[in-house]
């Protein structure tokens, strides 16, 4: 039994198992020829996580016009067919196996924050991000994650600004090997949160430190001021009988 490709007329029906045979064959392959690749394996069926893989994953099924395509990415990334992926800043290139013999070459590249956005992200995540273990475990608060997830205004880039191409003979504009890319994207996150914003051109250090700097000079600023948690010597004698 096979599925009708209308570029090449029929092909036959790959199973799961099949491409995950051809998947590791091909890494062990490359592995002998001394070429270190990076696959997208998953554990189970869930692709993502995390906080920022899963947020990634949402972020790609608000744009239902690729919702097919994205459906054949999910199979293919939980089939481990993503061989290898690389992120770089507003860059994503992948290897994915296909039905065929050799896997394709994906490329997934995002448009660059203009600087008006990034002030605005830097500006808003002052006071709100406590360190750097909250940034990576997506501890912080609602209005902050809405800043980052908001459709086509967030830091989690919209279809508009994702740019790909395959070189697979599929000319549709998302094929299921770009879809597995993406998604591997998300799984990716879960192992290290901190190449998203490598992605997005962020610099964290910038993030977390403006956040301290504002406390700092916040708390500068409130020094000379009195508290109500400090007593004054007349309460101080009041209390404990003697006199200061």
């Known amino acids: 039994m096979g599925y009708y490709n209308y570029y090449s007329g029929f092909a036959p029906y790959v199973s799961v198992e099949e491409h995950k045979a051809k998947a590791k064959k091909y890494i062990e392959e490359q592995r002998k020829k001394g070429v270190v690749l990076n696959p997208v394996e998953l554990e189970g069926r869930t692709i993502a996580k995390s906080w920022w893989g899963k947020a990634?994953?949402?972020?790609?099924?608000?744009?239902?016009?690729?919702?097919?395509?994205?459906?054949?990415?999910?199979?293919?990334?939980?089939?481990?067919?993503?061989?290898?992926?690389?992120?770089?800043?507003?860059?994503?290139?992948?290897?994915?196996?296909?039905?065929?013999?050799?896997p394709y070459n994906v490329r997934i590249r995002i448009d660059e924050l203009t600087e008006e956005q990034y002030e605005s992200i830097v500006e808003k995540c002052a006071s709100k991000i406590q360190n750097i273990d909250d940034l990576v475990k997506g501890n912080f608060p609602d209005d902050l994650k809405a800043l980052f997830t908001q459709k086509g205004a967030g830091l989690f880039p919209s279809m508009a600004k994702i740019h790909f191409n395959c070189s697979c003979p599929d000319y549709a504009d998302m094929c299921k090997h770009v879809a597995a890319g993406l998604y591997g994207i998300g799984s990716r996150f879960d192992k290290d949160p901190l190449l998203f914003f490598k992605l997005r051109g962020v610099d964290t250090d910038r993030l977390i430190g403006n956040a301290i700097k504002d406390r700092i000079q916040s708390m500068i600023e409130n020094a000379s001021k009195p508290s109500d948690r400090i007593m004054d010597d007349g309460d101080v004698a009041a209390v404990f009988g003697m006199e200061i």
């Open 56 to 102: 990634w994953c949402e972020n790609l099924e608000l744009y239902a016009d690729y919702a097919s395509r994205l459906e054949r990415g999910r199979k293919y990334v939980r089939a481990n067919c993503v061989l290898d992926l690389q992120i770089e800043v507003g860059e994503v290139t992948a290897l994915v196996q296909g039905s065929g013999k050799k």
